[in-house]
């Protein structure tokens, strides 16, 4: 909205046509984002608190959690808000893409809400159903991979990229490409969701991939740069960093609030929103091995999960003294900000090993 307000301005006062580069905006967007999430915030929590809407506790995890109980959740709503309202404000909205994102995560983030809500509310332990849970998540994931599919205009939309390889791509059809998009949107959404155990374990890495995707958006929607850079050229992508720096300054904000000892967490809604958001992203911009390395976070919680669960069923034995991984780390003896600051600092590498495929190839 206040692109079309400045654009209108443009034609009377020259100064406001600034407001056109995407990477003022994408700046904006990270800014405004992280205002209003440092003005609701703390009203918010008040609510949740007042509402009594706490965070139940497993007592079979590591007992240092035990404190945690009661602590206010559903805090994702704080981050979703922000998103919306930032991205309403300085994106593009006669750009496909950008509905495309937002109407994903927020469509995985209802999702989340409805479980989170019947889990702290309702005061049912099992929130929504696994089987509802993927049900709702495959029909948007599907809906949004056919949308994706329909409306690419060269083939090179469509094709699987591998990073570090100038020229290895492979030409996905109909069905493996919407295959393909349904697994990096629904799996990322819940690979974000099972690492969401610890104080600012899950918004931090969260916050530098999307950064991350915001240049990969920038790049791919240049034709200059794409071009210079060997990525294919998807015209509207750019302003997928506009988003994607409402993401960051959202999550930013929210780690303010998230970081250890949490005055609230982020619960379902946040993190199914966040994955789906991130696996859109990288989808439209061709890089889903890219997310695949620098989510590598995700990727090993979610393979923890996996591994300890097959290994009992199989062999009666677990690999882990407990999943997700980071609770496994916790039962060894590191202490939780140990646990958290550490895999920050392995996502940041691999982010910046994401980041070096945009010239290596």
Same mark, same amino acid.
């Given at each position: 909205?206040?692109?079309?307000?400045?654009?209108?301005l443009?034609?009377?006062f020259?100064?406001?046509?600034?407001?056109?580069?995407?990477?003022?905006?994408?700046?904006?967007?990270?800014m405004?984002?992280?205002?209003?999430?440092?003005?609701?915030?703390?009203?918010?929590?008040?609510?949740l608190t007042?509402?009594?809407?706490?965070?139940?506790?497993?007592?079979?995890?590591?007992?240092?959690?035990?404190?945690?109980?009661?602590?206010?959740?559903?805090?994702?709503?704080?981050i979703?808000?922000?998103?919306?309202?930032?991205?309403?404000?300085?994106?593009?909205?006669?750009?496909?893409?950008?509905?495309?994102?937002?109407l994903?995560?927020l469509?995985?983030?209802?999702?989340?809400?409805?479980?989170?809500?019947?889990?702290?509310v309702h005061r049912?332990p099992k929130?929504?159903?696994?089987?509802?849970?993927?049900?709702?998540?495959?029909?948007?994931a599907?809906?949004?991979?056919?949308?994706?599919?329909?409306?690419?205009?060269?083939?090179?939309?469509?094709?699987?990229?591998v990073?570090f390889?100038?020229?290895?791509?492979?030409?996905?059809?109909a069905?493996?490409?919407?295959?393909?998009?349904?697994?990096?949107?629904?799996?990322?959404?819940?690979?974000?969701?099972?690492?969401?155990?610890?104080?600012?374990?899950?918004i931090?890495?969260?916050?530098?991939i999307?950064? /991350? &995707? %915001?240049?990969? +958006?920038?790049?791919?929607?240049? $034709? @200059?740069?794409?071009?210079?850079?060997?990525?294919?050229? #998807?015209?509207?992508?750019?302003?997928?960093?506009?988003?994607?720096?409402?993401?960051?300054?959202?999550?930013?904000?929210?780690?303010?609030?998230?970081?250890?000892?949490?005055?609230?967490?982020?619960?379902?809604?946040? /993190? &199914? %929103?966040?994955? +789906?958001?991130?696996?859109?992203? $990288? @989808?439209?911009?061709?890089?889903?091995?890219?997310?695949? #390395?620098?989510?590598?976070?995700?990727?090993?919680?979610?393979?923890?999960?996996?591994?300890?669960?097959?290994?009992?069923?199989?062999?009666?034995?677990?690999?882990?003294?407990?999943?997700?991984?980071?609770?496994?780390?916790e &039962?060894k003896?590191?202490?939780?900000?140990?646990?958290?600051?550490?895999?920050?600092?392995?996502?940041?590498?691999?982010?910046?090993?994401?980041?070096?495929?945009l010239?290596?190839?």
């Open positions: 909205m206040l692109l079309q307000f400045a654009q209108w443009s034609q009377y020259s100064v406001f046509s600034v407001f056109n580069y995407i990477t003022l905006r994408a700046v904006l967007a990270a405004t984002a992280l205002s209003i999430s440092f003005l609701v915030g703390p009203m918010m929590i008040r609510k007042a509402y009594k809407i706490g965070q139940a506790v497993r007592d079979d995890g590591p007992q240092t959690h035990l404190i945690k109980a009661g602590t206010p959740t559903m805090g994702g709503a704080l979703l808000t922000s998103i919306a309202i930032t991205t309403l404000l300085w994106a593009d909205l006669n750009n496909q893409y950008v509905w495309v994102v937002l994903s995560t469509g995985f983030g209802a999702i989340g809400w409805v479980d989170d809500y019947r889990k702290v049912n929130g929504l159903s696994a089987k509802a849970k993927i049900f709702w998540q495959s029909i948007i599907l809906i949004v991979a056919a949308y994706l599919w329909q409306t690419a205009i060269l083939p090179a939309h469509t094709e699987l990229i990073p390889f100038k020229y290895l791509v492979f030409p996905l059809t069905f493996t490409f919407i295959m393909l998009t349904y697994l990096v949107i629904v799996g990322t959404s819940n690979a974000v969701n099972l690492t969401d155990g610890l104080d600012g374990l899950a931090m890495p969260t916050v530098m999307s950064s /991350a &995707l %915001a240049i990969f +958006a920038y790049v791919a929607g240049h $034709a @200059v740069f794409s071009k210079y850079l060997g990525m294919p050229h #998807i015209p509207g992508a750019s302003e997928l960093a506009v988003f994607c720096g409402a993401i960051a300054g959202a999550g930013l904000a929210f780690l303010w609030f998230n970081a250890y000892p949490a005055e609230v967490f982020m619960g379902d809604v946040g /993190a &199914l %929103a966040l994955g +789906a958001a991130l696996g859109t992203v $990288a @989808v439209i911009v061709r890089q889903e091995f890219v997310l695949l #390395i620098m989510g590598g976070v995700f990727v090993l919680e979610t393979l923890s999960v996996v591994i300890q669960v097959v290994s009992f069923k199989l062999t009666g034995k677990r690999i882990f003294r407990m999943a997700p991984l980071h609770h496994h780390f &039962l003896g590191w202490k939780e900000n140990q646990v958290v600051v550490r895999f920050w600092i392995i996502s940041m590498m691999l982010v910046l090993i994401g980041l070096t495929t010239k290596l190839r």
